[in-house]
């Protein structure tokens, strides 16, 4: 009977022994996991993140946010080192955020064709597109035209050339359309260089 009742014992031991072992190991699997996971997202480089850019869920708020992500697509665009398949996917993610006059206006072809020559263009004159600056959210100028809402907003552009800096100033106009900013216009006004 004590042999018995000792190997019961001895049973059971094993059995939570096991038991707690596979908890062990499935905590630390789960952490193993999300580890990856964290890894994973930080290694993920800026085409892949506007590449996979969900504007359904995530459209940025305000006139400053849209006009920070339009950059974001140009300074990428423009860089070095987009190939061509990542270019069209590019130019169909920052079309997301263009009111329905420009995507009237502008093909989906148009719009690729014509980003394709601005940036040939720009590498052959030697501009490489550096940075931008955003205004303070408080410099954004709101107003109404045939009674739609409007926003417009400087952005200052800095572009490195082999023999000195160019300051470009790009002038953005966005409208609102469903509750959403769109860009309605931009363009510069002027450019100047300095040493």
């Known amino acids: 009977m004590k042999k018995k009742k000792g190997s019961l014992e001895t049973v059971k031991f094993i059995v939570v022994a ?3 072992v596979a908890v062990v190991l499935i905590y630390f ?10 890894k994973e997202e930080a290694t993920k480089t800026e085409t892949d ?40 996917i590019l130019n169909q993610q920052v079309r997301n955020l263009y009111s329905q006059e420009i ?14 020559k601005n940036i040939t263009k720009m590498k052959e004159e030697g501009f490489n597109y550096k940075v931008y600056e955003l205004p303070e959210a408080s410099q954004v100028k709101y107003y109404k035209r045939d009674g739609r809402e409007m926003a417009a907003l400087e952005v200052t552009l800095t572009l490195d050339t082999s023999e000195s800096k160019s300051y470009m100033y790009v ?24 040493d």
């Open 49 to 88: 993140e506007l590449e996979t850019y969900d504007f359904i869920s995530n459209y940025p708020k305000t006139p400053r946010d849209v006009v920070k992500m339009h950059c974001r697509f140009f300074k990428l665009m423009y860089g070095d080192g987009v190939s061509d398949d990542d270019l069209v």
């Open 103 to 116: 995507l009237a206006f502008n093909t989906e072809n148009d719009n690729l064709v014509n980003l394709k």
């Open 171 to 194: 002038v953005y106009v966005l409208i609102k359309e469903n509750d959403d900013w769109k860009i309605y216009a931009w363009g510069a006004p002027d450019m100047s260089s300095t």
């Open 18 to 20: 096991i038991f707690l």
């Open 29 to 38: 699997n789960h952490l193993g996991n999300r580890s990856s996971k964290r």
